[in-house]
């Protein structure tokens, strides 16, 4: 079978569609006769090989062009979505719609071997590469702040603050600047007044910075982009 990107549906051929239905993993399969499929079910086909790569094999079978794959699963003149596990199947949606194939799969999805966890180092790797600040809540501060393996400044804001909005693009240069280096956090005090109150928070913007989960500053008022660059590289050389 020629070699396909994990997260995509698997295009067969005559000769492969025998080697992908022989999968020990739960097998999702739409046949159709070349015509154009309803995008819904497209997307859903193409979320479902990305979301369940190497837990469930997509396979997207053109039956014009496969006239025996028409005749062994009796297609009509319509679309055909089957279930299958180990060779048999477990239930065929005839012209299916895009709830058709989530419904399929999350059926499938119970004979499928779990998802492999990341490894602490992969989810930390993958919060800090987007080089964008984090939004943080009352919930999610613990984990985004004070369990990071990051320095981090977070930035006290609200909507209407006009000191917030002068800082708010340099904020946005900085976290592309040192990401991977520093996480840049952002709390809006007007839907997390739980924060506010934790940390004292008079005015705003408030910065401040954590370090190993302590706090070791904090600066009210917008600084200019070189002191907060200069206060950036003081929190990364900081020893705690």
């Known amino acids: 079978m020629t070699a396909l990107p994990a997260n995509a549906p698997i295009k ?10 022989r999968s020990p993993l739960p097998v999702l399969l739409l046949v159709w006769n070349g015509e154009t499929l309803r995008s819904e079910v497209k997307n859903e086909l ?30 009509g003149k319509h ?19 895009g ?4 419904g399929m799969v999350e059926e499938l999805a119970k004979h499928a071997p779990p998802a492999a966890p990341l490894a602490a180092e992969e989810k930390e790797e993958k919060a800090v590469t987007t080089g964008k600040p984090v939004h943080v809540t009352d919930q999610t501060f613990q984990k985004e702040v004070i369990d990071s393996k990051l320095p981090v400044l977070v930035d006290f804001w609200a909507a209407w603050c006009g000191p917030c909005k002068q800082v708010a693009p340099i904020l946005d240069k900085l976290a592309g600047e040192f990401v991977g280096k520093v996480r840049i956090a952002k709390v809006d005090v007007d839907a997390n007044p739980q ?5 004292g928070i008079q005015s705003i913007p408030t910065l401040m ?12 008022g917008a600084l200019p982009e070189h002191i ?13």
Not at 82 to 90: A, F, N, P, S, W
Not at 99 to 102: A, G, L, M, R
Not at 229 to 234: F, G, L, P, T, V
Request: charge should be neutral; aromatic fraction near 6%; hydrophobic fraction near 45%.
């Open 46 to 75: 193409d979320k479902a090989a990305h979301d369940y790569a190497g837990r469930i094999v997509v396979i997207k079978a053109d039956a014009s062009q496969l006239p025996e794959v028409a005749q062994r699963f009796e297609l």
């Open 209 to 220: 910075f954590v370090k190993n989960g302590k706090i070791v500053g904090q600066q009210a």
């Open 99 to 102: 709830t058709d194939v989530q």
């Open 12 to 21: 067969t051929d005559g000769l492969s569609i025998d080697e992908a239905l």
């Open 195 to 199: 924060l506010s109150q934790v940390f």
């Open 228 to 240: 907060l660059r200069d206060a950036i590289n003081q929190l990364i050389a900081l020893k705690v």
């Open 79 to 97: 679309p055909l979505l089957i279930g299958m596990l180990c060779g048999e199947v477990l239930g065929r949606r005839p012209r299916p719609w």
